[in-house]
């Protein structure tokens, strides 16, 4: 059974940093894209970035240049480094994965097959 586990969130100080982590199991994540997104409190989903499973990385306007995503398939495991947190970005944050590209339609979530539970980030003083 295919599964993600993210992990790694935490309450954070503006300007902090945190390395979020997503664990795959059941399936080789090597051959799928993998997509970070972040639902805020009161607010819709939005995608984040999304990896190809060659590595390139596509990014929302919101965060590029301050996350960066990466994966490691030895490991069967993505990770997205978030660096100058502030409080809009406090939220429940998921990864998904299960499709091979990350199309245009990949900040909409709806391709993917695949969910973790998610892992809460707080930006906070």
């Known amino acids: 059974q295919a599964q993600l586990v993210e992990s790694g969130g935490d309450l954070v100080q503006p300007g902090g940093s945190l390395r979020l982590s997503c664990a795959a199991s059941?399936?080789?994540?090597?051959?799928?894209?993998i997509a970070w997104f972040r639902q805020a409190p009161g607010k819709q989903r939005e995608g984040l970035s999304c990896?190809?499973?060659?590595?390139?990385?596509y990014y929302d306007h919101s965060v590029k240049g301050r996350f960066t995503a990466s994966r490691d398939n030895a490991k069967n495991t993505g990770y997205l480094q978030m660096n100058s947190l502030n409080p809009e970005d406090t939220g429940v944050y998921y990864c998904?994965?299960?499709?091979?590209?990350?199309?245009?339609?990949?900040?909409?979530?709806?391709?993917?097959?695949?969910w973790g539970q998610g892992t809460q980030v707080t930006v906070s003083s």
């Open positions: 998904a994965s299960n499709i091979p590209r990350c199309d245009t339609t990949w900040p909409t979530g709806a391709d993917f097959g695949s």
């Open positions: 059941g399936f080789a994540l090597e051959s799928y894209a």
């Open positions: 990896i190809t499973a060659d590595g390139r990385p």
